[in-house]
């Protein structure tokens, strides 16, 4: 196995990936080489980071070569413990960013790594590390975000993990999308509005288990995500810009949920239904009718999700004020839910047809019903328990696989349909013909009629398949077929005299 001195001596970046391989391919048949190598993997890795691995997709395929050796592929739950209890009790910096690259790595394809990190209690340490390397190091900063955002999803957080989460470290990431506003591009700006997300789902679920279970704490947790905004939302608004376009043009599942999720809180909490500007209000009220009228009919979870956010859209935020924006196309979107009419939309499930009555009830919307009375907003920062046992609960507890994308209605419909197989002269008797008018100098084209099907009977008789030649005669290799005889002479018409024709010899002149 490859020792330290050996890895102090790579000078070039083909020496690194070969000592690399030889690391990650020595035999270990102890837990105690398999530490050796362990580390050495690690502090070579951790090295040269800064000299041969530019970008995360390089420590990427690092932390795969070791996924990929045999010293993970027959010891790999030891090795994800001892990487486990590296990123608990790490403080450099190199070493937390090999560290971090294989769990995330690990824990796409392998989701037990994640709960396992949850177990062993990786999110308050994550959050640790989040707070005080932001300066230090951004490269490894982007990656612990991304890390915190797979495993929360993965995996409900415990109480006591959440109750690490202080109104500081929430408007601190707020406040990094602020600082990024100017550059919608980069980096920074999804991995952190996707941590923001995945608390506030933990924070619904949380909630929710608050209001069913007995053995929950008394007190429910505080949204601290909601509370931030219902504080300082005016000093926060580029998160709700980004989330609208973030929504726009998602098309994971899970991650719309995530969006919807929050959306669902601030339209029915007083401190935040007004949150949002109102151009950006009317924006995500059209990506909503687009989605909805996009959505097949077998998904039915995020069509729910959806009609559940438009309803206290419509009613709580500025929306619900004159001028009234696209009544008539929010109208022709619930008549097309409801099937009436429309041969693409079949009848609803009863969820949706009540949430589609629920939408339609909307004081500004209805005409002559009775306006609905929507369900009250809640105070500030916490839910009640009403809510928690209807439709929050409802929302908070809907998921879907990381991965999955939304299919399209309109993808769907598009589809090319098989085409038959035709010959090559069969398409070009396909091509349109050329008409020529001889009063007009402009061409038409005229597609031209395709011809009769050969018949296979001649007068009720069977017509025989012409005969297939399959003895191939050469010329010196077999016998030779004679010529074929001259036609007879036409009636009424002179026969030219041939053979005399055929007698003249190369450039004589023939007699006449």
């Avoid at 990487?83 to 037990?112: C, K, M, W």
């Avoid at 009228?293 to 559940?308: A, G, I, K």
């Amino acid at each position: 196995m490859a020792g330290f001195d050996t890895i102090e001596a790579v000078e070039t970046e083909a020496q690194f990936w070969n000592v690399l391989t030889t690391i990650v391919s020595a035999p270990c048949p102890s837990h105690e080489s398999l530490d050796n190598a362990l580390r050495a993997w690690l502090y070579l890795v951790a090295k040269e980071r800064d000299h041969y691995l530019d970008s995360e997709d390089d420590i990427a395929s690092c932390s795969q070569k070791l996924k990929d050796s045999p010293i993970f592929r027959d010891n790999c739950d030891y090795v994800r413990t001892q990487i486990i209890y590296s990123l608990l009790q790490e403080d450099e910096l190199g070493p937390l960013h090999v560290i971090a690259n294989f769990l995330l790595l690990d824990g796409r394809t392998e989701e037990a790594t994640f709960r396992r990190m949850v177990g062993e209690g990786c999110f308050g340490r994550l959050l640790d590390l989040i707070r005080n390397c932001a300066s230090e190091d951004r490269r490894l900063h982007r990656l612990l975000l991304e890390l915190m955002y797979e495993m929360s999803r993965i995996e409900r957080l415990r109480g006591e993990d959440l109750l690490q989460v202080d109104d500081r470290f929430v408007a601190y990431l707020f406040g990094l999308i602020e600082s990024l506003s100017d550059d919608a591009h980069d980096p920074y700006h999804y991995p952190v509005i996707r941590v923001l997300l995945v608390l506030n789902e933990q924070y619904m679920v949380a909630s929710t288990s608050v209001a069913v279970s007995p053995a929950s704490p008394s007190a429910p947790l505080t949204n601290r995500v909601v509370k931030i905004l219902s504080m300082h939302g005016d000093g926060f608004r580029t998160f709700g810009e980004n989330i609208i376009l973030l929504l726009n043009r998602e098309t994971e599942t899970a991650l719309q949920l995530l969006i919807l999720k929050l959306l669902y809180l601030l339209f029915t909490t007083n401190s935040t239904c007004e949150y949002f500007y109102t151009n950006d209000l009317r924006v995500l009220l059209d990506v909503i009718i687009r989605n909805l009228l996009d959505l097949p009919t077998e998904m039915n979870v995020l069509r729910h999700t959806y009609l559940r956010v438009l309803a206290p859209l419509l009613a709580h935020t500025q929306l619900s004020q004159p001028p009234h924006y696209k009544r008539d196309q929010i109208l022709s979107l619930l008549d097309c839910l409801r099937g009436s009419g429309n041969v693409h939309f079949t009848p609803p499930d009863p969820t949706t047809m009540r949430l589609i009555e629920r939408v339609g009830k909307t004081p500004w919307l209805a005409e002559d019903n009775e306006p609905e009375k929507l369900s009250p907003k809640s105070p500030l920062g916490s839910l009640s328990i009403s809510q928690s046992g209807s439709a929050v609960s409802i929302i908070a507890n809907v998921s879907e696989k990381p991965g999955v994308q939304t299919p399209s209605r309109k993808a769907d419909s598009a589809a090319p349909r098989p085409k038959e197989s035709v010959s090559h002269h069969s398409e070009e008797r396909r091509k349109p013909s050329v008409e020529h008018h001889p009063h007009n100098h402009s061409k038409t084209l005229r597609p031209q009629r395709s011809l009769p099907e050969v018949p296979k009977h001649r007068h009720g008789v069977p017509v025989p398949p012409l005969p297939v030649i399959t003895t191939l005669h050469i010329n010196g290799g077999g016998t030779k077929k004679s010529p074929p005889k001259l036609p007879p002479p036409r009636r009424h018409t002179k026969l030219r005299n041939v053979t005399a024709g055929a007698a003249q010899p190369p450039g004589s002149t023939p007699h006449s």
